[in-house]
């Protein structure tokens, strides 16, 4: 009777301590983040850097269900591969499909991971409150599978970018080679508290009314000795759903600043600008309105008389 009183209330107690930790795990809300955590990549390419030792990793995250724009890129900037005598490599970071029909996803996702291994997939639901693993999860896959690429860049997968202008500003010997990140430097933004904006930051998961600089998320390029230091430092600050903001509140705390780039015109990453061809020749990222544009674009930029 003892013996079994004592089952049951070892029992009652694995019970009770289990769904606290879960609880304590699962915060409430989108506005948490459920980072760290033991995240795997379902789909990875383990070999990709050790075989072409890439000077600059081109990263984009997309949503599963966005092949069109996985394709698009493939047939534009995501195919310059030796660029100014480097070599460039791509790839798109994916989290899992959810609701409906997300089986049939998953298994086209595998099946075009087969025919292009340019896909990496990380197990948490891909989503807009999600954006902030995923961030963490590209620092953690260039910090263990691509330490020895010099760059890597982080870009949206409805922008344009010029691939020669990146690597001629990567190559410039007054570029930083380490503690280095650049794109559009954004400063003094104030934390939103209006609960129907799109970025609303509740007090309680950032009580400051302003976010350290950080780089606009579109479009940010930085040296591969920070996605370890990035990783490791994150551990210690409370996670923001904003990847962009939590990038900026891991740079405050390891002391490392946002570097300008060269000239204020390299990163547009504000309104679509109509396509011009002297502009996009100058420029290293401009966002476009669609997938479709950029293949438009794309061909007339590489025509072979002067753009300008
Ligand atoms: C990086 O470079 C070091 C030294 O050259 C080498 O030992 C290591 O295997 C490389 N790592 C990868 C992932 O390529
Ligand atoms: C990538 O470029 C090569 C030539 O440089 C071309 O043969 C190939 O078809 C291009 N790939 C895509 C997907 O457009
Ligand atoms: C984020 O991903 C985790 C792990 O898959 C999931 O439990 C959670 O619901 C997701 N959060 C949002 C807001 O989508």
Redesign the pocket.
Known sequence: MVLFLATWTFAFLCITVHSEVHTKF?TPG?YHV?YPHDYVFVLDEPDACSAENPFLLLIVPVAPKNRVARDAIRRTWGNESLVLGKTVRLFFLL??P?GEGSEWLQADVARERAEHHDLLQG???D????LT?KTMMMLEWVASRCPNASYAMKIDSDMFLNVRNLVKMLLDPKTPKRNYITGLVARNRPALRDKNSKWYMPVDVYPDSTYPPYLLGMGYVFSTDLPKKLVDVSKQIKPL?IEDVQLGICLKKLGVKPTEPPSHTLFQVYMPVPYNRCHYASVITTILDGPARLLQCWGDLHKTNPPC
């Open positions: 699962q989108p459920a989290g899992l959810g197990d948490f639901l989503s807009y409150h999600n693993i759903y």
